[in-house]
C-alpha cells in the first residue's frame, strides 16, 4: 500500500522560513513526477512539481521563495518555503504519479498525502 505522509507545517511569522517533508512508502518515485498543492478557499492549487529527467516548475506566486527537492532514492520530497506571506496560508499536501511528466492539474495525480496546515500570521 502506498503512503505519503507530510511533515513540517506549523505556525510561522510573516517573512519567516518553513521546510516540509513528504515521506513515501509502497514504493518509491525517483522516476516519477511529485507535486506540492494547497488547499485554500476551497480549491486545491499547484505549488510545484519536480519530473523526470530532472525538471521543477513552480506557480508564479511562489517562484523565487519555495524549493522543491527530492531524494535521490525518490522516497523523499520536500518543500523549502522562504519569505512567507500570510496568503501561503493553507494546507500543503504531497502528491504523487507514475510517470515523469509534471501536470499541474490535481486529478492527474494518483497518491495523495494526508496534508499539514501551514499557517503564516503577522
Known amino acids: 500500500q502506498v503512503q505519503l505522509v507530510e511533515s513540517g507545517g506549523g505556525l510561522v511569522r510573516t517573512g519567516g522560513s518553513l521546510r516540509l517533508s513528504c515521506a513515501a512508502s509502497?514504493?518509491?518515485?525517483?522516476?516519477?513526477?511529485m507535486a506540492w498543492f494547497r488547499q485554500r478557499h476551497g480549491m486545491r492549487e499547484f505549488v510545484a512539481a519536480i519530473?523526470?529527467?530532472?525538471?521543477?516548475d513552480y506557480d508564479r506566486t511562489v517562484k523565487g521563495r519555495f524549493t522543491i527537492s527530492r531524494d535521490i532514492g525518490g522516497n523523499a520530497l520536500y518543500l523549502q518555503m522562504n519569505n512567507l506571506k500570510e496568503e501561503d496560508t493553507a494546507v500543503y499536501y504531497c502528491?504523487?504519479?507514475?510517470?515523469?511528466?509534471?501536470?499541474?492539474?490535481?486529478?492527474?495525480?494518483?497518491?495523495w498525502g494526508q496534508g499539514t496546515q501551514v499557517t503564516v500570521s503577522s
Open positions: 502528491a504523487a504519479r507514475t510517470g515523469g511528466t509534471i501536470w499541474y492539474t490535481p486529478s492527474k495525480y494518483e497518491y
Open positions: 509502497g514504493r518509491t518515485f525517483n522516476s516519477d513526477a
Open positions: 519530473g523526470s529527467p530532472v525538471i521543477t
